[in-house]
């Protein structure tokens, strides 16, 4: 596959080179990127092999329902954000749908991207996932995060000066835009530093982790407030079976080479490499990343409520539905030595917040352990509001998934697809969604002929 994706981006390139592209043009596919890469392409933008689509994203239409499961409305997942469920909520009857599928008779529905996460997250989160533009160029190329108020995390591909070069591009020539899409109101702000993986190989996912420091701190421009993101260091073995947030702002079905939007969208853990240190993700011929989304996190809510980069988009499918490769953050030894000089293992998450926390509508926001926990609050576990320990949780918290034999007191794993259980409490099924657990009770919730089976769809176990 990668061998096809090199010769994909050599024909690119000379398609453009024989329609008269300019160098400078967003398209500019022979600068930067390594390739298979493929989400992205650097210096212009492109992005090779990765070939995989959309942006995760793309599709506007957006769409879609998105919200975890939860079923929001129409799509843009609307609260989302702050992760509420159905339009008409039912304690206890949460709704297993994902944003690009749609359950109503279990048929395929193609929206590759929506406007806001798929998960409980918090518009100041959101705000850590950034552009990487040339500053000769309006398109972004490359998709970074924020780890702290100067640092971006990205992939190293995105920041070489060219497709096999070993030179790392000039800070001066790359421009970091915050928002959620270029306009006049993007904050752009200016690269000071840039560090590439040494031993970055360009013909795998290893050590494809690049950094840029920025000239200010994010703090000093008086923009909408940003929580950096921090990154994750432990093993993440355990997501198979689990939806990762994939996020970045790259090619879209419908805006190819220019698009400007930040995309997100919910992908299936297939596996993980441990040869190549990179964590194997399936779009399940649905929706995926894509060209421009290279260097953009996927993200994972450890502990249930504490949002962590766990790997950098590197390359994928050419079809932007199917497999792709993210770089993990805890496989790679620089990337640790790098954080370590940067004084990232002290940098203050927190801020302003603290155990307590506060609401924010139906959000709780608290610090725990030197991380910013958020859980959104909805008809199963109630409103938020001040606890008889003057702390700003859910009324009744969801209980965190077990996602090995040895946690949940001896309970079976749980992850995506889930399973039937008939437990007294729950007659229907219950399945792990953002580390926490969702159910549904099939008699309650749906008709009373309605039971549990396995739906042979990406959605797993449902009521049928």
């Excluded at 942006?55 to 239409?61: C, I, K, Q, S, Y």
């Excluded at 509420?84 to 749908?97: F, I, L, M, Q, R």
């Excluded at 399936?282 to 949002?307: A, I, K």
């Amino acid at each position: 596959m990668k061998q096809f994706s090199n010769m994909l981006h050599v024909l690119v390139i000379a398609f453009l080179i024989f329609t008269g592209c300019s160098e400078g043009s967003s398209v500019e596919i022979t600068s930067v990127d390594n390739d298979t890469n493929y989400g992205t392409d650097t210096n212009n933008g492109t992005d090779t092999n990765n070939g995989t689509d959309a942006n995760d994203g793309t599709d506007a239409n957006n769409g879609t329902d998105a919200n975890n499961g939860t079923d929001t409305n129409n799509g843009t997942d609307t609260n989302n954000a702050t992760g509420t469920v159905d339009p008409t909520p039912v304690a206890g009857c949460d709704s297993k749908n994902l944003p690009w599928y749609t359950d109503t008779k279990l048929s395929p529905r193609i929206y590759s991207g929506i406007l806001e996460p798929s998960f409980c997250m918090a518009p100041q989160q959101q705000a850590a996932v950034v552009a990487l533009m040339d500053v000769y160029d309006s398109s972004p190329y490359c998709t970074g995060t924020l780890v702290s108020d100067t640092v971006v995390l990205t992939a190293a591909h995105c920041v070489l000066d060219g497709y096999w070069s070993s030179r790392t591009r000039d800070p001066s020539d790359i421009v970091v835009g915050i928002g959620d899409e270029v306009s006049a109101s993007m904050v752009m702000m200016q690269v000071a530093q840039v560090y590439v993986n040494p031993d970055y190989d360009w013909s795998s996912a290893r050590n494809d982790h690049g950094i840029l420091v920025l000239a200010s701190p994010v703090t000093e421009r008086g923009m909408p407030e940003v929580w950096p993101i921090p990154v994750n260091l432990e093993d993440p073995s355990f997501l198979t079976g689990q939806y990762v947030q994939q996020v970045g702002f790259g090619a879209t079905e419908s805006s190819y080479y220019d698009n400007k939007t930040k995309w997100w969208t919910p992908e299936l853990v297939h596996g993980f490499n441990d040869s190549e240190q990179d964590m194997l993700v399936n779009g399940q011929g649905y929706s995926s990343v894509c060209y421009g989304d290279s260097g953009g996190p996927s993200l994972w809510p450890m502990h249930g409520e504490q949002w962590n980069v766990i790997g950098t988009v590197s390359w994928g499918d050419e079809s932007c539905r199917d497999i792709d490769h993210f770089s993990r953050t805890d496989a790679d030894p620089w990337l640790l030595q790098q954080f370590q000089s940067l004084n990232l293992n002290s940098y203050d998450y927190c801020g302003d917040i603290d155990e307590s926390g506060f609401c924010d509508g139906n959000m709780a926001v608290w610090c725990e352990n030197g991380r910013i926990s958020v859980q959104c609050c909805d008809a199963t576990t109630g409103p938020c509001s001040v606890n008889e320990h003057g702390q700003a949780r859910c009324e009744h918290p969801r209980v965190t998934c077990p996602l090995s034999s040895s946690d949940g007191d001896g309970i079976p794993p749980l992850d995506y697809a889930g399973h039937c259980v008939d437990d007294g409490t729950v007659s229907g099924v219950r399945w792990c969604w953002g580390g926490l657990v969702y159910e549904r009770s099939c008699s309650t919730c749906d008709s009373t002929q309605a039971v549990c089976s396995d739906t042979d769809s990406p959605l797993g176990f449902y009521c049928d």
